[in-house]
């Protein structure tokens, strides 16, 4: 009689187990998808009108600021001489924290105020795909197949669904809506450049370093363009602490998913944020966050990122 044989890929390091990729990533994911509700509180907070543009790049070159020193003292805490910026890394790290940090959020709050939330999680979802393709022109081992798009069409008619309610995505312009996806893509391209750097650097060091220069560029951008933070109590340091906590945590694990995965692995998760951005939301707000559109799009973007990650077994009939 034939042997039916069950066979899977090789057994790998546990950083590179889907199930444990999967993990990380939702967890990365939920702790991004909350600050859709804290970043507007932190505006209540520290009075930031929706037009102040300057002081939102401070705020949020502040944010990142003290994510990077956070990551830092884990880092140094944990290996003191894998955080040192050696010269050969101020170029890479500076560019990654450029793209990934700086240039993202820079475009993301000059556009949002011109975007409806309908279309800015549409936007927000371009993270993957842009990734994805760019992925696939980086790097042979991480090649475009008609799964991953199929996986990437399906997360983001998710999004859409959820968003079939909202206030509308009819018509464009660059100023907001160009300017929203070029954000968007500014992340997909940070996503590659972290993975091409993280060949012989750890990635607490390249996640801490990045934040501080991105972070800090984005401090100097709103200063000089007249933007201010005033702290009216202790809730504002609190919030400013946590959001800073939350993204230094994220990007740090994040780091470490493309350190050990492919690219279009990792970044088909950023079909989450948007959804877990509008839950979070909604449960700041005390709504009802089990809707059939909200429940039916977590699946939609739940079966893409499957679709995109998942092999079936290989059958091997032996006689």
């Keep these: 009689m034939s042997d039916i044989k069950i066979t899977n890929a090789k057994t790998k390091n546990i950083k590179t ?13 939920l702790l991004w998808g909350t600050a859709f509700p804290c970043i507007k509180i932190g505006y209540e907070l520290f009075d930031i009108q929706a037009e102040d543009i300057p002081s939102k790049l401070l705020f949020a070159g502040a944010r990142f600021s003290i994510a990077g020193v956070i990551v830092l003292a884990v880092g140094f805490f944990q290996n003191r001489k894998a955080m040192h910026l050696r010269k050969k890394d101020i170029v890479p790290v500076s560019v990654l924290g450029f793209f990934q940090t700086f240039l993202q959020y820079l475009l993301l709050y000059i556009g949002i105020v011109r975007v409806s939330g309908t279309k800015s999680a549409i936007f927000t979802s371009l993270a993957a795909f842009g990734s994805v393709i760019l992925s696939a022109v980086c790097f042979k081992s991480d ?13 983001l008619v998710g999004i859409i669904v959820m968003n079939i309610n909202g206030d509308g995505i009819s018509g464009f312009t660059f100023i907001g809506d ?17 993975k091409i750097i993280s060949a012989d650097r750890s990635p607490v060091q390249i996640s801490a370093w990045q ?8 401090v100097i951008t709103g200063i000089i363009f007249g933007g201010g933070l005033v702290f009216y109590d202790i809730n504002c340091l609190l919030m400013l602490l946590y959001l800073a906590a939350m993204a230094g945590i994220a990007f740090m694990l994040w780091t470490m998913l493309l350190f050990h995965n492919n690219v279009s692995r990792v970044a088909v998760f950023n079909l989450l944020i948007p959804v877990f951005g509008t839950m979070w939301s909604g449960l700041f707000l005390g709504e009802n966050i089990f809707t059939l559109t909200n429940i039916l799009s977590l699946l939609m973007v739940c079966s893409g990122i499957f679709i995109v990650n998942f092999s079936l077994p290989k059958i091997v009939v032996s006689g």
């Excluded at 090649?143 to 997360?155: A, D, E, F, P």
């Excluded at 160009?178 to 972290?194: Q, R, T």
């Design 17 to 29: 187990n889907i199930f444990f990729v999967a993990l990380v990533a939702v967890c990365c994911t």
């Design 143 to 155: 090649s475009l197949t008609l799964k991953k798009i199929i996986g990437c069409c399906i997360g």
């Design 178 to 194: 160009g300017l929203v996806i070029l954000s968007n893509l500014s992340g997909a391209v940070g996503n590659v450049i972290s």
């Design 211 to 218: 934040l501080i220069f991105g972070g800090c560029a984005l």
